[in-house]
């Protein structure tokens, strides 16, 4: 009696590993967003303060979850604009929407930021424009899932 318990026993828990297994292998271990990664590049452009042109332009980096939700940062090369913070949402298109808001000499100019990323594999890219009420430029980066 006690060998047929155990029978019993080891053939369920044989059952239940392979039903994890199972469970398990229809499992994509990727990420489930598919713009889901981190992101490097460059930005310029130019603002307009007091009638004064000033070109601007440096690198990004953002991340954007697996909802979506990106952030990241905004910096010039030459030091004319402050390190700003990049809030953004990107869509199950790939279509990026956010805002950073830069300050210069104490000032802060709210810009929008559009773009769209793509996906190849492992590869993303992202490109866009910015604009705000005093200037406007562009931006592209390369990432990685």
């Not at 047929?4 to 080891?10: N, P, S």
């Not at 499992?27 to 603002?47: I, M, V």
């Not at 332009?57 to 990241?72: E, F, N, P, Q, R």
Request: proline share 3%; with cysteine; charged share 10%.
């Amino acid at each position: 009696m006690k060998s047929e318990k155990k029978i019993v026993l080891v053939i369920l828990a044989v059952i239940l590993v392979f039903s994890i297994l199972l469970t398990l292998s229809g499992c994509s271990c990727g990420p489930s967003f598919p713009y889901q990664g981190s992101f490097s590049g460059n930005w310029n452009g130019q603002l307009t303060v007091l009638t004064r042109n000033i070109p601007v332009g440096g690198t990004i980096s953002l991340k954007v979850d697996s909802k979506g939700a990106g952030s990241g940062t905004v910096a010039t090369s030459g030091g004319t604009v402050a390190p700003a913070t990049m809030n953004a949402q990107v869509d199950s298109n790939g279509n990026l929407t956010g805002t950073v808001n830069f300050t210069i000499n104490g000032t802060s100019f709210l810009s929008k930021w559009t773009g769209k990323i793509n996906a190849s594999g492992k590869s993303l890219t992202l490109q866009g424009n910015w604009t705000s009420d005093h200037g406007s430029g562009s931006f592209s980066g390369t990432g990685s899932k």
